[in-house]
C-alpha cells in the first residue's frame, strides 16, 4: 500500500483535507538484506528510532514428513508482534520481512496514534532486527536487493540495511525482475538496476498518472501493467499495457469492482459481484461465486490455482481451520486447508509457511506462521487473548494503522491497510447498505442489536449482500480506493440513532 505521510503532505493542502476530512496515514523505513559483493555508493539517511527487540524464537528445522502440500496446520513458534499487514520473503525462505503496526504518534498526521513498522526475522535462529518505519517491503530475485517505502516518502534500495538508492517513482507500485526494479514516474517507466536508471518506455499521453487518482501496478513478470483511473462520478477506468513498448489499451470490464495480478506470470484476477474472472492475455475463464463456499480468495505463490473459500468469523483466543477450493486451469478438486488468520494472509514463495494475524483483542492481533505439507491434523489451537472489556464489543475491521481518529471535522476511524485486505463486521447484524456513495465511495453497512449501525468506506469488492446476516468478524468486504481518499484505507464510522458516535468506545 501507499500511505506516506511526507506524500500527502507534498501533495494535498491541510485546508483541502479539512475539508474532505479523510487522511491516511503509514509510513516507511530502511530493510535488512544480507549478500556479498559490491555495492553502490550509500544513500546516507536518518531512520526512526527502532522498536523494543522481542527474545529471539527459533523457528525448528527439520525435514518435512510427506503430507498434503496444501494442508498448513503446524504451529510454529515466532516472537510477539503485532498486526503484520505484508510480508516480503527472502527467496531462500530463510528469513521474512514484516510490515506490522506499532503505537508511534506522529506529527507528520494529525491525530495519527500508530504506523507501519518494518522488522527483519531471520527463521533459523528466531532473532527479530527492528528496521524503522516504513512498508511495502519487496525482494529482488536474488535476495541481494530489498526495496521499501521510507519514513521520509523515499522509494529506497537497500543491501545489508544500507540504502543504495533512491528511485523517483510516483506511483506505489514496484516489482523486480531479477534484480532489475520496475518503477513509473508521471509518463515514464523507468528500470534501477546496479545503480542506473533506464527509461524503457512512455505512456500514453492521457495516462499520466497521478495517484491516488490512478493506481497502477505491474503483473509479477512485469511484462504487463494495469492503470485504474477512479473518477468523481464513481465511475472506474481501467487500462492494461505493454510494459516494454508502453502502449495501453481501455479494458472493458462492466461491473467490476477489484483486480489483482498473480503472484507470478501475468493473470489477472477480477472480481465482480457475483462472479470471479482470470485473464491471462486473450484466454477468460470464469466461475459463479456461488460455486464456492466463499467469497474469499489467496493465491498459491507459483499462481498455479486461485483458493476460494469462507473465512471464519473472527474469535478472538482461538486459531480455527478453514477449507479453501483450488479453482485452477486443470479443474482439479483439490482444496486447501488454511488458519483462519487475517492481515496478511498469504503464503512465503515456496509454499512452506503460511502467515498472517491471529485475533488476541477488540483491537489488535499477532503474528503467527504455520508450516504447510507437514502432514499435522487440523485441529482448533487455544491461543492468549486479552479480556474482552465489559463497556465495548466492537471489533476493529481490519489489521491496519489508524491515521485520522473522530474529531469535529472528521466523522469516524480512517484505518491504513493494504489494497485488498480483509474487512470484517464489527459486531453480530444485518446488511443494510451495498454501494457507492458521494465522497465515501463504495461502502458497507451493517446494523447491529445495539441499534448502532456501522459503515465502512472506500472499500473495493463487497462480500455480502443487503439483508444478509452476518457475525462479528465475518468477511464483508476488501479495503479499496474508492471515493475521495490519499490512499487504500476503510473510514469506519459509527452512528447510534444517526447521531455519529466513535466505534472505539462502543
Not at 399 to 427: K, M, N
Request: one cysteine or more.
Amino acid at each position: 500500500m501507499f500511505s506516506l505521510a511526507s506524500w500527502i503532505i507534498k501533495r494535498v493542502t491541510t485546508a483541502t483535507l479539512i475539508t474532505i476530512a479523510i487522511l491516511v496515514g503509514g509510513c516507511t523505513s530502511p530493510a535488512a538484506v544480507s549478500s556479498p559483493g559490491p555495492v553502490p555508493t550509500a544513500v546516507e539517511t536518518p531512520a526512526p528510532p527502532p522498536t523494543t527487540i522481542p527474545t529471539a524464537t527459533p523457528v525448528p528445522t527439520r525435514a518435512r514428513p510427506t503430507g498434503d502440500p496444501l494442508s498448513c496446520a503446524e504451529r510454529v513458534p515466532v516472537p510477539e508482534i503485532a498486526d503484520v499487514v505484508g510480508t516480503a520473503w527472502a527467496p531462500d525462505g530463510a528469513s521474512v520481512v514484516l510490515a506490522h503496526v506499532v503505537p508511534l504518534p506522529s506529527s507528520r498526521i494529525t491525530g495519527s496514534p500508530e504506523d507501519f513498522f518494518l522488522d527483519s526475522l531471520d527463521l533459523r535462529s528466531g532473532e527479530l532486527v527492528p528496521i524503522g518505519v516504513g512498508e511495502r517491503p519487496r525482494f529482488s530475485a536474488s535476495g541481494r536487493y530489498l526495496s521499501y517505502w521510507s519514513w521520509d516518502g523515499d522509494l529506497r534500495v537497500a543491501i545489508g540495511g544500507r540504502v543504495v538508492a533512491l528511485p523517483h517513482a510516483t506511483t506505489p507500485d514496484v516489482r523486480w525482475a531479477g534484480d532489475t526494479l520496475f518503477f513509473i514516474e508521471k509518463k515514464e517507466i523507468r528500470t534501477w538496476a546496479d545503480g542506473i536508471e533506464r527509461t524503457i518506455s512512455h505512456l500514453p499521453d492521457e495516462l499520466e498518472l497521478s495517484y491516488p487518482h490512478d493506481d497502477a501496478h505491474f503483473s509479477a513478470d512485469t511484462e504487463r501493467f494495469l492503470v485504474t483511473r477512479y473518477l468523481a462520478d464513481g465511475s472506474v477506468r481501467r487500462y492494461l499495457g505493454n510494459t516494454r513498448a508502453g502502449t495501453a489499451g481501455e479494458l472493458d470490464l462492466p461491473g467490476a469492482t477489484y483486480t489483482e495480478w498473480a503472484p507470478a506470470g501475468h493473470t489477472l484476477l477480477v472480481r465482480y459481484a457475483d462472479r470471479l474472472e482470470l485473464r491471462d492475455d486473450a484466454i477468460v475463464r470464469g466461475a459463479p461465486l456461488s460455486r464456492f463456499a466463499g467469497p474469499v480468495h489467496t493465491w498459491l505463490p507459483d499462481a498455479r490455482a486461485l483458493l476460494v473459500g469462507q473465512l471464519s468469523a473472527a474469535q478472538l483466543g482461538s486459531i480455527r481451520f478453514d477449507a479453501f477450493a483450488a479453482w485452477a486451469s486443470d479443474a482439479s478438486a483439490a482444496t486447501a486447508t488454511l488458519p483462519d488468520l487475517v492481515g496478511a494472509r498469504e503464503f512465503s514463495p515456496d509454499g512452506a509457511f503460511f502467515v498472517g494475524t491471529a485475533r488476541t483483542g477488540l483491537r489488535g492481533g499477532r503474528l503467527e506462521i504455520f508450516r504447510c505439507g507437514t502432514g499435522v491434523a487440523a485441529a482448533p489451537i487455544a491461543i492468549a487473548a486479552a479480556p474482552e472489556p465489559s463497556d465495548r464489543r466492537l471489533l476493529r475491521p481490519v489489521v491496519g494503522a489508524i491515521t485520522q481518529v473522530v474529531r469535529p471535522t472528521h466523522t469516524g476511524i480512517d484505518i491504513a491497510a493494504p489494497l485488498g485486505t480483509v474487512l470484517v463486521a464489527s459486531d453480530d447484524g444485518v446488511v443494510s447498505e451495498v454501494g457507492q456513495v458521494t465522497v465515501g465511495g463504495r461502502r458497507v453497512c451493517v446494523r447491529h442489536p445495539s441499534a448502532i449501525e456501522t459503515c465502512q468506506y472506500h472499500t473495493s469488492a463487497a462480500l455480502v449482500t443487503v439483508g444478509q446476516r452476518v457475525v462479528r468478524g465475518q468477511p464483508i468486504a476488501l479495503i479499496g480506493l474508492t471515493g475521495v481518499t490519499t490512499g487504500p484505507h476503510v473510514h469506519w464510522e459509527a452512528t447510534a440513532v444517526g447521531t455519529i458516535v466513535d466505534p472505539l468506545t462502543r
